[in-house]
């Protein structure tokens, strides 16, 4: 990050930058932004970073992927995007909010929420339950179904290289992913893309590759207002969002079996395909599912080499382990969701 934005993240940690009520600021951080909580907001800044599918070196690049972030995130959370706000130069030198003087940076403005109120917090103390699968399920149907379509996107060579990016990053892990089992996932899914070859293209064809959220984790899900609410979509790289919804769909079926929550994850993919303006056959879900486990299983491998702590070290190795055996599996068809009772109970009443 630049000097410049050092400066920044300073003016944005001190209370005194929002109003004169000196209520504490919190800070969340993640590889391509800063959150600073405040009040009843949160105040998203994009960190001057570039990596390969996102690049926000530039003043410009930022703004721009602000803007992006409102619009396409307001599709899902209309309540919580509330606004762009920038960071201006004043004629003393002096930052200030919304100013007067010459940007030096770009906030996404939207509404506080509890972090408890996030689905991957709410899975891991045992919150979640099939009334907000069944909820969850009748929004993302709703999102999908007035998502512009992208025909031009989710072509074979797409495909092709999310597999080979998750070789390349996986075997970058070798002290801690089993190099035979990163080798295996990539021949089984290249094997595997080839045979659903026609299925992929037909759904093209018939408009199921849509400009989706594209990083549909529990993460990027809360309770807001009482209400399932998607937020966090990928606004820097229309490869990354513009794909199959069944492929958006098929990251939070993973993080919820990852969970230990297959129950809850056959609710939600039954309440989906009951609720899709479309006849869903879910024929290539475990070729997504298996991309979703393994891109999880080398970001999670990567923190386990980065982490100062032995604990969490280990704790994120056990995890990008289980996503890797979770990526073998699908490809072996071992589905616990697709084959648990409730989605064949709904199967045979279509």
């Excluded at 089993?178 to 080798?183: L, W």
């Excluded at 129950?263 to 070729?287: M, N, Q, S, V």
Aim: charged letters at 25%; proline letters at 3%; aromatic letters at 8%.
């Amino acid at each position: 990050m630049s000097n410049e934005q050092d400066e920044v993240i300073a003016f944005l940690s001190r209370p005194s930058t929002y109003d004169a009520s000196n209520q504490p600021v919190e800070r969340i951080e993640t590889h391509g932004s800063v959150i600073f909580l405040h009040a009843d907001r949160a105040y998203k800044l994009k960190r001057a970073v570039a990596f390969a599918e996102l690049d926000f070196l530039s003043l410009q690049s930022r703004k721009k992927a602000c803007r992006a972030e409102l619009w396409l995130n307001r599709r899902t959370a209309p309540t919580l995007y509330l606004r762009l706000c920038s960071i201006n130069r004043q004629a003393d030198g002096q930052l200030v909010l919304d100013g007067q003087g010459p940007a030096v940076d770009w906030l996404v403005v939207m509404r506080r929420f509890a972090q408890e109120n996030l689905f991957d917090c709410m899975a891991a103390q045992g919150h979640l339950s099939e009334p907000m699968m069944q909820r969850l399920g009748i929004e993302i149907a709703r999102f999908h179904a007035c998502a512009q379509i992208t025909p031009s996107f989710g072509r074979m060579p797409d495909l092709s290289e999310e597999i080979e990016k998750n070789y390349r990053e996986m075997s970058r892990y070798s002290a801690v992913l089993d190099s035979a089992k990163v080798t295996s996932i990539a021949h089984a899914s290249r094997k595997l893309l080839v045979s659903l070859t026609a299925c992929l293209e037909e759904r093209r064809r018939q408009g199921r590759v849509r400009r989706c959220h594209g990083d549909m984790r529990l993460a990027n899900i809360c309770l807001l207002d009482e209400q399932p609410t998607l937020f966090d979509g990928i606004e820097f790289s229309e490869r990354l969002t513009c794909i199959d919804v069944l492929y958006d769909l098929a990251f939070v079926l993973m993080d919820l079996q990852h969970h230990g929550l297959n129950r809850l994850g056959a609710c939600l993919l039954t309440t989906y395909i009951k609720h899709c303006t479309w006849k869903e056959d879910c024929e290539p879900l475990a070729f997504f599912l298996s991309l979703r486990a393994a891109t999880r299983c080398f970001s999670f491998a990567g923190a386990a080499q980065r982490h100062a702590d032995p604990a969490m070290r280990h704790e994120k190795r056990q995890k990008a382990n289980l996503l890797m055996q979770q990526a073998l599996g699908y490809l072996h068809g071992e589905n616990p969701i697709l084959h648990h009772l409730e989605l064949t109970d709904i199967a045979a009443s279509t």
